[in-house]
């Protein structure tokens, strides 16, 4: 059983802890000496091109020296098996790092649809001196980006795409939407000019290209064994730089909008982001128990849904918990609470929501980009949604089953299968006396208690304290979510020594249970 708390991206378990011990001791390396450090990563950047250098100068080289024997022998019909032969291996040579890249996916804008938006990216781009943008595409997530496609491979020569997320622009504020761009767009710039942003381009391609030669069943034996372990490794390596681009980016935006302007984005991105994830879209796919098509009103529904006021609670809930995870290895984006120190930026005790949204800048475009991004959606949906509907009427089917059967015929496991299936596709509001039910006959149960103290704390009922300190002290499994509700109730209950106490449990959990995954794996 799981609790419906937010999955913060940080949190992530990294794979190998060989990798996470390397970034550490490079980290120290980095802060001691920097200049080393870029110096190192420079001449590591440049490897993958000089081991593919090296293989294409001895393998042709040879094909030249054979070449030139067969003309000394006057060997014309091996000389012409031998041209054909090169040619083959030159083609096959091209295709290991030609790859053809997919555009991104959404609604290509223009500056005549869209004049006022263009030209809050131009004066960015200028200030920024960042390179030329290819296209601006609009999409449903709820995020801003920036994608590099290679045109020739892993030679370069990039196309640049700038992709925004329709509900990012009506999550925030003009203001703080033009620092998340501005963030995007120093991306391409780089800490220290070219160098920089090449350094944080060709981590990402060196590491495909280990997992595209892992994957190619002939030709890639010469350069397998060399970017399965230079992939990987500089993809370590170069972790520092990368996590020093995030704050240089961040700082670059502060400079050029606004330091209070960019921190309050990084926190309603989170915020908006836990809204989505919790609410909006389990409400949403509820539809799915009667619809066997996908509606035609996704992002419709969603941006009204964001123009709602959230639940004061929820924003302090989700806020409190992204507040008290750490940065960890397992991404290159430190975790908020190190952005906003970083950015000199102090909570405030209330923090009210964007009175203006970032939507104006598409002006009267807004709806029927809309209508588009709705088609979009709707046609990718077209494979996966029934699906969907085939899983919400397997968990009625089964709720109908159970709801058939006298309760003193079931078991306690049937009992809770019934209140979490009730709490998926029925009425919710039901299911806190259906566990208070079940723990008169279960009074032991770990996951009994756990959605007790779920429900109860989310309610800000005291009642749900004593349910999640038996989770803790009975259940390492859902202890983090434990001590993170308890985090969170203490907060909202103005208890900040009792709230610190089960931070610093849910944190030390956290590396635990990380280290336990990482021997598991």
């Not at 704050?247 to 960019?262: C, I, N, P, S, T």
């Not at 970032?358 to 699906?387: F, I, N, R």
Request: proline share 5%.
């Amino acid at each position: 059983m799981q609790w419906p708390v937010p999955q913060l991206q940080n949190l992530k378990v990294s794979p190998h802890e060989a990798v996470d011990t390397l970034v550490q001791k490079i980290e120290v390396v980095a802060k001691r000496d920097p200049a080393y450090y870029r110096r190192r990563l420079q001449l590591l950047a440049g490897l993958g091109y000089g081991y593919i250098v090296v293989v294409f100068v001895l393998l042709f080289g040879g094909l030249w020296c054979l070449r030139q024997l067969f003309i000394a022998m006057q060997n014309t019909q091996g000389l012409g098996n031998l041209n054909t032969f090169a040619g083959l291996i030159a083609l096959g040579f091209g295709s290991l790092f030609f790859v053809r890249f997919e555009v991104p996916k959404g609604v290509v804008l223009t500056r005549e649809q869209v004049p006022q938006l263009f030209s809050m990216i131009d004066e960015l781009s200028s200030a920024l001196k960042a390179p030329k943008l290819d296209s601006v595409i609009l999409d449903a997530r709820m995020n801003a980006a920036i994608a590099q496609r290679p045109k020739f491979g892993f030679i370069g020569w990039h196309t640049n795409y700038l992709m925004i997320g329709l509900p990012l622009m009506q999550a925030l504020s003009p203001d703080q939407f033009k620092a998340v761009l501005a963030h995007e767009l120093a991306h391409l710039c780089g800490d220290d000019g070219r160098v920089g942003a090449w350094i944080y381009r060709v981590r990402r391609t060196w590491y495909e290209l280990a997992e595209r030669f892992e994957n190619t069943p002939a030709g890639g034996w010469l350069f397998r064994g060399f970017f399965s372990w230079y992939g990987p490794f500089f993809r370590a390596y170069s972790f520092v730089h990368a996590r020093a681009q995030e704050y240089e980016a961040d700082r670059r935006a502060a400079d050029l909008v606004g330091a209070h302007h960019k921190a309050e984005a990084l926190i309603w991105l989170k915020v908006n982001n836990s809204q989505l994830s919790e609410v909006f879209y389990p409400d949403f796919q509820r539809q799915a128990i009667a619809l066997k098509s996908p509606p035609d009103d996704y992002m419709s529904t969603l941006l009204k849904a964001l123009r709602e006021e959230i639940d004061s609670d929820n924003i302090q809930h989700w806020l409190a918990l992204y507040l008290a995870a750490e940065s960890t290895n397992a991404s290159t984006h430190p975790c908020l609470a190190d952005r906003l120190s970083a950015l000199g930026y102090a909570v405030p005790d209330s923090l009210l929501p964007p009175a203006q949204r970032a939507v104006t800048l598409l002006g009267d475009q807004l709806v029927p980009l809309a209508k588009q991004l709705d088609q979009l959606w709707e046609k990718e949906q077209k494979t996966s949604w029934p699906t969907l509907y085939q899983r919400s009427q397997h968990k009625l089917a089964r709720l109908d089953r159970l709801n058939a059967k006298a309760d003193h015929l079931l078991t306690v496991e049937e009992k809770i299968k019934r209140s979490i299936l009730t709490w998926a596709v029925a009425e919710k509001r039901t299911v806190l006396p259906m566990f208070q039910e079940i723990l008169k006959e279960a009074p032991n149960h770990p996951s009994v208690h756990s959605w007790l103290g779920f429900l109860l704390a989310e309610k800000q009922n005291e009642a749900g304290v004593d349910h999640l300190k038996f989770v803790i002290e009975n259940d390492l499994a859902l202890k983090g979510s434990a001590c993170a509700w308890l985090y969170s109730f203490y907060l909202k209950q103005a208890q900040p020594e009792l709230a610190e106490q089960y931070r610093q449990e849910w944190q030390a959990h956290q590396k635990l249970w990380r280290l336990a995954l990482q021997e598991r794996s």
